[in-house]
Structure formats: C-alpha cells, structure tokens
C-alpha cells in the first residue's frame, strides 16, 4: 500500500508511528504519470478490501487517462498472492 508521508517527529521513527493524510490509492491519481502501466490484480470476494472499492479505483485510474489493466479474480478473496493469473501479471513487468 503506498502511503504518504507527511510528517516524521524522528529519522528512527516507526512506520505505524507516521502520520499520513490518507491511505487511499485514490488520493494519489493525480501524481500517476499517464504513461506509468498500472495492473490491478483482485479477487471478487476480498472481505478486507471491497471489490466495489477496487471497481471505483479502477473507473478512475480509466476517466483519468491512466494506463491500466484491471484483472479480476473471480471466487478469491484477499489472499490471492500464489493465483498463476497474478504470477503471469507480475512477470510481465521483470521481464525483459
């Protein structure tokens, strides 16, 4: 999840300890460069992250002219780390 920093009371400081104005993906649109590719792997019953939420994400990552690829994972929840459609996702950006 990227976070941003606002405010760090010391350089040892532990990451639960920064204050953040948000953890939203959505709050950093603007900062994406239209040209950066953007792959969003999630599984349709993610009981953390809503899947509504992700389709939002989505719909505006699209209306903001971003480059992204949105890969559903039908009947998986959060965990979906080890699915080979997400190993197929990520190899795409490693490899040569």
């Known amino acids: 999840m990227y976070v941003k920093i606002l405010e760090i009371q010391q350089p040892n400081t532990n990451i639960w ?3 953040v104005d948000s953890l939203s993906p959505i709050e950093e649109l603007k900062g994406i460069n239209d040209q950066t590719p953007i792959t969003v792997i999630h599984g349709d019953q993610d009981s953390v992250a809503p899947f509504s939420q ?4 989505v719909e505006k990552l699209v209306e903001g002219g971003k480059n992204v ?7 998986l929840g959060h965990e979906v780390a080890f699915n080979p459609q997400v190993f197929k996702a990520v190899s795409r950006f490693i490899q040569p």
């Open 17 to 19: 300890d920064i204050k």
């Open 54 to 57: 992700v389709q939002n994400y």
């Open 69 to 75: 690829a949105f890969i559903r994972l039908e009947n």
